[in-house]
């Protein structure tokens, strides 16, 4: 179940009504909930058929079937197209630091967005 996002609104109620300090709001970013092409076949232990020059590409579509595009990556696995696209699915939104991408954005957000002050390390 998506969490909602807490307005400015909500964070100066938090704060007066029930004295709860906020430190940062972080909205939500698709590159950070995404996940590579190079982590796609770990979950149904699939084979990458092609694709390989888009290994740390993000994942923005899955399509069924047979895909004749040469830069489309093509995932063999074992299970039958829904059960592969179940399992797939289990992996977006559990987000994974392993791509140089991700860890700047994450970065540049709490750059942005964390009250580094507030914590004592401003």
Same mark, same amino acid.
């Given at each position: 179940?998506?969490?909602?996002?807490?307005?400015?609104t909500?964070? !100066?109620?938090?704060? @007066?009504?029930?004295g709860?300090?906020?430190?940062?709001?972080?909205? !939500?970013? !698709?590159?950070?909930?995404?996940?590579?092409?190079?982590?796609?076949? @770990? $979950?149904?232990?699939? @084979?990458?058929?092609? $694709?390989?020059?888009?290994?740390?590409?993000?994942?923005?579509?899955? =399509?069924?079937?047979?895909?004749? @595009?040469?830069?489309?990556?093509?995932?063999?696995? #074992?299970?039958?197209?829904?059960?592969? =696209?179940?399992?797939?699915e289990?992996?977006?939104?559990?987000?994974?630091?392993?791509?140089?991408?991700?860890?700047?954005?994450?970065?540049?957000?709490l750059?942005? #967005?964390?009250?580094?002050?507030?914590? $004592? =390390?401003?």
């Amino acid at each position: 179940m998506p969490r909602p996002e807490v307005s400015s609104t909500s964070q !100066k109620w938090f704060r @007066e009504r029930l004295g709860v300090s906020i430190f940062a709001s972080l909205p !939500k970013e !698709k590159l950070l909930l995404s996940v590579s092409v190079r982590e796609l076949p @770990e $979950g149904p232990g699939g @084979e990458m058929l092609s $694709g390989h020059d888009a290994l740390d590409d993000p994942v923005e579509t899955l =399509i069924v079937g047979l895909a004749e @595009e040469r830069r489309v990556p093509i995932i063999l696995t #074992r299970y039958d197209a829904l059960k592969s =696209i179940r399992i797939i699915e289990n992996f977006f939104g559990k987000t994974r630091f392993q791509q140089q991408k991700k860890v700047e954005q994450f970065v540049g957000l709490l750059d942005r #967005r964390l009250n580094f002050d507030a914590l $004592g =390390i401003g």
